[in-house]
């Protein structure tokens, strides 16, 4: 997987990395979520929120401004204000994501 930071094409460290890769599997709808150690910010949006985007540390905050700029007035989970968590995780998620795995519906 290749990220991209959305505003200068910046590349993660490789630790901030494969954080970024363990949260492809979050099952998340609209949320900000940090790529810690190094400070990557990622908009799971899902849907009418709009894609997946990334931002590097020095563009964070055009990230925020711009997803509620074009996604304000859909809902309100642009406006959520930081810090933003690391994970959503919880047993809840890993039940889901077995569940999902186990399901004959394709993908």
Do not use: I, K, N
Not at 49 to 68: F, I, K, S, V
């Amino acid at each position: 997987m290749v990220f991209r930071c959305q505003f200068c094409d910046a590349t993660p460290d490789p630790e901030t990395h494969e954080r970024l890769v363990r949260q492809l599997h979050e099952l998340v709808f609209g949320e900000y979520l940090d790529a810690l150690p190094g400070r990557w910010l990622v908009w799971d949006g899902q849907g009418p929120l709009g894609p997946r985007r990334y931002a590097c540390p020095a563009h964070r905050g055009e990230l925020t401004a711009y997803l509620r700029v074009h996604y304000g007035s859909v809902g309100w989970q642009p406006w959520r204000m930081p810090p933003y968590p690391t994970t959503l995780r919880s047993a809840d998620t890993e039940r889901a994501l077995r569940m999902r795995a186990r399901s004959p519906t394709p993908r």
